[in-house]
């Protein structure tokens, strides 16, 4: 780190600003953006400090992720853009909405954050997303992508008549490609609002752009924006995103108009980092500075899934691989590069993965949609429409199924409360690298929709067990008075709690059908039986369990052990796990109080 001195030699006053080549330790010196405490100090500036701005805000930028871990390559993209929007707009009268929030840390710290942004996703901290709890510079919570025109033309059809405050919504051009944000263009135009879409193209959403808007998009420099003209949306562009005078100039321009307008603004993601210039895929979110050294690290849920899926792919010709947008993160990389005419990255268009899927097995093919927890929520009516009730042979492999650093947008805690309720699924958790593999067989082997489910991180090693059977748990330790079901990574704390205590444990494997068997024998010889799940109580494994012991006249005492009705706030996932009471100590609690109280 000791480089990091000399590559802010160059003064911010020079034409070509500074490319930073590694992440400061300590905190930079940045005088002027220091001063900034709300964007109204930034209309206080004279031009040509904007530049000397831009680049402080960029260098503290990069020091303040490299302390939390978190989203950076989109900020980085965004600063000019960022300082500019708040120089032209009188935010917060003006209301800026940003689609998705990976890109509004420099936001954040233009609106009065700055101090703050050492606690990102820690409790009390500044959410990782724009959140309308904490700020009225966040004038709508975000998350999931493509949702902001639709929210910035509900909020500027509820102004008062003679408002005369500014609606400005940043999409970026991944996400336009979902099917919300065109559904949101057509309102749009059919009203007439009087709105300003900052189109941010820098060609990439996590990964790289796909399909024919991308190509669109890449061609515009040359080719007016015919598509959004024939919407009845009054389009201005390109523009240069990281020269704030042509920003400056083309934004005010762009105020003093009515209607919808769309401003096509060209950025590049990472931008004066040199590694998040070079490949902004691995640089879209960054993890903790003392975190970074994984050379060791255990292999992870996806990391096996993506050997996995190669794997089989290699022997079966009709396996077809579905991702949207997630291909890194879902571990599909090596399959894209040894099997592109089988992969299909389809953008963020969760909806359609799903329904192509149903088609593709419709065909005859053998689809496996890899998708987040968080997005399958996006394709729920697929999921029962097109894929369920035709009992077409898909194999969803959900990952993200946990509590994650982002907070409640990002974690997976309902999956299992709403995928158990569809008619024709069959729901597998697995708890070790040796249950993964096999479950994702037997779900691929299974003639109609499974789906195998499971968390982020480093996933345990483990023996070979008994074969998967349909519907089946396998008995891993016979104990005393209480028997312990764990679905899926609880299995790890669930078998420490048994051991200490002398419990029966069982690893239920499958979340739907239940082993109803083994829950009756269970019942007959224990006084409580206890579920745990990373998962909403909420309709979640234990309540399946529930629901089976009412409904056969099973009276016997029960404990659901998981996430609690109340979103859990952003934190490192073990110390949220705690917040949710799913620690080995809070299992072990919840047994001692169930067991006393009768």
């Not at 703050?116 to 004038?139: N, Q, T, W």
């Not at 805690?413 to 008619?423: G, H, K, M, N």
């Amino acid at each position: 780190m000791g480089s990091w001195q000399k590559s802010i030699s160059t003064t911010w006053m020079s034409k070509e600003p500074t490319v930073f080549e590694v992440i400061p330790t300590s905190r930079p010196n940045t005088p002027l953006l220091d001063q900034i405490e709300h964007p109204a100090d930034i209309r206080t500036l004279v031009p040509d400090q904007l530049s000397q701005l831009a680049h402080e805000l960029r260098h503290f930028l990069l020091y303040t992720v490299g302390q939390t871990g978190g989203h950076f390559g989109a900020g980085l993209g965004v600063v000019e853009l960022t300082i500019a929007l708040h120089r032209v707009f009188d935010t917060p009268e003006d209301q800026l909405i940003w689609d998705v929030g990976h890109q509004t840390y420099p936001h954040k710290i233009l609106t009065g954050r700055r101090e703050h942004m050492a606690k990102l996703r820690r409790p009390h901290g500044p959410a990782p997303f724009p959140s309308r709890d904490e700020s009225e510079f966040d004038v709508f919570g975000t998350g999931h992508s493509s949702t902001s025109i639709s929210a910035a033309l509900g909020i500027q059809l509820a102004k008062a008549e003679g408002d005369k405050s500014q609606t400005v919504v940043v999409i970026g051009d991944g996400a336009m490609t979902a099917g919300m944000a065109f559904e949101a263009l057509n309102h749009v135009s059919a009203c007439g609002a009087n709105l300003l879409i900052v189109l941010n193209d820098n060609a990439m959403s996590i990964s790289e752009n796909v399909g024919g808007l991308a190509d669109y998009f890449a061609r515009e420099v040359s080719v007016p924006g015919s598509i959004f003209e024939d919407l009845g949306i009054r389009y201005s562009g390109p523009v240069d995103g990281h020269n704030i005078d042509e920003l400056l100039e083309t934004l005010a321009t762009l105020k003093t108009q009515s209607g919808p307008r769309l401003l096509h603004v060209q950025t590049r993601k990472g931008k004066g980092y040199r590694p998040a210039e070079a490949s902004p895929i691995d640089s879209h979110s960054l993890t903790k500075l003392e975190k970074q050294n994984s050379r060791n690290a255990p292999p992870t849920y996806s990391a096996i899934f993506g050997n996995w899926i190669t794997t089989r792919a290699q022997s079966d010709t009709r396996l077809f691989a579905i991702t949207p947008a997630m291909r890194e993160g879902s571990g599909l990389a090596s399959f894209a590069e040894q099997f592109p005419h089988r992969f299909h990255d389809v953008a963020i268009a969760e909806q359609h993965a799903v329904t192509f899927a149903a088609g593709l097995a419709a065909g005859g093919a053998k689809p496996v949609v890899a998708i987040y927890s968080t997005f399958l929520q996006r394709a729920y009516d697929q999921l029962i429409h097109d894929v369920a009730i035709q009992h077409l042979d898909v194999l969803f492999a959900v990952d993200r199924a946990s509590l994650l650093e982002d907070g409640p947008t990002h974690s997976g805690v309902f999956d299992l409360s709403f995928v158990r309720a569809i008619p024709n699924m069959v729901i597998m958790a697995p708890a070790t690298d040796w249950s993964m593999t096999a479950m994702l067989n037997f779900g691929y082997e299974h003639e109609g929709p499974a789906m195998v489910r499971y968390p982020r991180g480093s996933i345990p090693a483990g023996d070979e067990e008994a074969p998967i059977e349909f519907g089946k748990g396998v008995l891993l330790r016979h104990g005393q008075r209480v028997a312990v079901l764990s679905f899926g990574a609880t299995r790890a704390i669930a078998s420490q709690v048994a051991a200490d205590n002398d419990y029966t444990q069982v690893d239920m494997r499958f979340v739907k059908p239940l082993d109803e068997d083994l829950i009756r024998q269970l019942a007959d010889t224990h006084e409580l039986l206890v579920t745990v799940e990373e998962n909403s109580i909420a309709g979640g494994a234990g309540s399946a369990i529930n629901e089976f012991l009412s409904l056969s006249g099973i009276n016997i005492a029960t404990q659901i052990v998981g996430v609690p009705d109340r979103f859990i706030e952003p934190d490192e996932p073990s110390k949220m796990r705690s917040d949710a009471g799913l620690a080995q100590q809070d299992l072990d609690d919840a047994i001692r109080r169930r067991l006393k109280n009768g």
